[in-house]
C-alpha cells in the first residue's frame, strides 16, 4: 500500500512539472513568436528593454528605486521559485518513498529536504505580497 502511494504521488509531482515545463515553453514559443523580426531571429535587445521598462514601472509604482527593485527582485525570484520547487520535492520524495524503503536515514533525510523546500517555496510565494502590504500601506 505504501508503494502504491509512493508512485501516485510521484506520479503526481511529476505530472504537474511536466505540464508547467509545457505551459512555460508554450509562452515562450509564444513571446519568441511576438518578439521576432523580419529576418526570424529573436532580438536580446527587445527583451532587455522589456526588463528595463518592467523594472521602470516597478520603480513608477513604489516611487523610489530601492524598493522598486526589491520588487522587481522579489517577482522575479516568486516566478522561478515554482519550477526549482517541484523539481525539489520530485528529488526529496524519491529519497522519502523510493530509497528510503531500505534505509530510515535516507528517509529523514528525504522528510527533512521535504519539508525544507516546501517551506522555502512558501516564503517565496507570499514574501512578495507582504512586501507589497507594509511598502504600500505602512510607508506613509
Same mark, same amino acid.
Given at each position: 500500500?505504501?508503494?502504491?502511494?509512493? %508512485?501516485?504521488?510521484?506520479? !503526481?509531482?511529476?505530472? +504537474?512539472?511536466?505540464?508547467? +515545463?509545457? $505551459?512555460?515553453?508554450? $509562452?515562450?514559443?509564444?513571446v519568441n =513568436?511576438?518578439?521576432?523580426?523580419?529576418?526570424?531571429?529573436? $532580438? !536580446?535587445?527587445?527583451?532587455?528593454?522589456?526588463?528595463?521598462?518592467?523594472? &521602470?514601472? *516597478?520603480?513608477? &509604482?513604489?516611487?523610489?528605486?530601492?524598493?522598486? %527593485?526589491?520588487?522587481?527582485?522579489? =517577482?522575479?525570484?516568486?516566478? *522561478? $521559485?515554482?519550477? /526549482?520547487? %517541484?523539481?525539489?520535492?520530485?528529488?526529496?520524495?524519491? *529519497?522519502? *518513498?523510493?530509497?528510503?524503503?531500505?534505509?530510515?536515514?535516507?528517509?529523514?533525510? #528525504? /522528510? #527533512?529536504? !521535504?519539508?525544507?523546500?516546501?517551506?522555502?517555496?512558501?516564503? +517565496?510565494?507570499?514574501?512578495?505580497l507582504i512586501?507589497?502590504?507594509?511598502?504600500?500601506?505602512?510607508?506613509?
Open positions: 500500500m505504501k508503494k502504491a502511494i509512493a %508512485f501516485v504521488f510521484i506520479f !503526481l509531482t511529476l505530472f +504537474c512539472t511536466i505540464t508547467v +515545463c509545457v $505551459s512555460t515553453k508554450a $509562452s515562450q514559443v509564444e =513568436n511576438t518578439l521576432t523580426t523580419n529576418t526570424g531571429t529573436t $532580438s !536580446l535587445v527587445e527583451l532587455k528593454d522589456k526588463a528595463l521598462s518592467t523594472l &521602470e514601472d *516597478y520603480k513608477r &509604482e513604489y516611487g523610489d528605486d530601492t524598493y522598486g %527593485f526589491a520588487a522587481y527582485a522579489l =517577482n522575479i525570484i516568486r516566478i *522561478y $521559485s515554482i519550477p /526549482f520547487g %517541484f523539481i525539489g520535492i520530485v528529488i526529496a520524495a524519491i *529519497y522519502r *518513498y523510493v530509497i528510503g524503503i531500505r534505509r530510515l536515514d535516507v528517509q529523514d533525510k #528525504g /522528510f #527533512g529536504v !521535504l519539508v525544507a523546500i516546501i517551506t522555502v517555496m512558501v516564503i +517565496c510565494q507570499v514574501l512578495p512586501f507589497a502590504i507594509v511598502v504600500k500601506g505602512w510607508r506613509g
